[in-house]
Every structure is written in structure tokens, then in C-alpha cells.
Nanobody
């Protein structure tokens, strides 16, 4: 599956953004999908995941209650709705797909997008 992210940008704190991950070649329903992020000088970290066929969603504690992951199988697209953004959310956000393994472990993801930059100013 090929993944392409979009929707990043420069925003002020407390506003919202929606990231989009468009998938091609394979249906997203057969994969566990996730968003990770990487800030400058930091390791890539788990943000949110949605299981195969969208049965379950999972979130990092730092974004729980503010971010929502969802999928549209018709459009073959995964979204990350980000509300109440904070400067600490500044990072490159990556979409990823896996067939198996722990949803929060970046090492089990087989496919990655190129990333989209999100910058939040205070």
C-alpha cells in the first residue's frame, strides 16, 4: 500500500487541523493504520491507531481527548482530527500501515508515508 499525507501547516495554539492519509494499491481495511509523529531531536512517537476494519481506536495519553483517528473505506483514506493544538504537538506527522503486531510499536509497521509538517505557535 502507498500512503500520502496532507493537511499539515502552521497554526496558532488552540486551533484545529485535520490530517489526511490517502492510501492506494490496497484497501486500508485490511491493515491496522496509525499516525506517528517526530519532533526535532526526538524519537518518533505513537499518536493514534485504528484497527483493521475500524473496530477499535487507540491514542497516546498526550493526545487523548483532543485527537480523533478515523477511516473512510470508500475513499480509502485515514484522517487525524486534531483539536486544541499546542506547541508541543509540533512535529512531522507520519501515516503508517501494518498487518500485525502492537499498534504502538513503530517497528511493526510495514508502510509509511512521507510525512506532513505541523507547526503550532503559542
Amino acid at each position: 500500500v502507498a500512503l500520502v499525507e496532507s493537511g499539515g501547516g502552521l497554526v496558532q495554539a488552540w486551533v484545529s487541523l485535520r490530517l489526511t492519509c490517502a492510501a492506494s494499491r490496497r484497501p486500508i481495511s485490511i491493515y491496522g493504520m496509525a499516525w506517528f509523529r517526530q519532533a526535532p531531536g526526538k524519537e518518533r512517537e505513537f499518536v493514534a491507531a485504528i484497527s483493521q476494519f475500524g473496530r477499535n481506536t487507540y491514542y497516546a495519553d498526550s493526545v487523548k481527548g483532543r485527537f480523533t483517528i478515523s477511516g473512510d473505506i470508500v475513499k480509502n483514506t485515514v484522517y487525524l482530527q486534531m483539536n486544541s493544538l499546542q506547541p508541543e504537538d509540533t512535529a512531522v506527522y507520519y501515516c503508517a500501515a501494518r498487518k500485525q503486531g502492537s499498534y504502538s510499536d513503530s517497528n511493526v509497521y510495514d508502510y509509511w508515508g512521507q510525512g506532513t509538517q505541523v507547526t503550532v505557535s503559542s
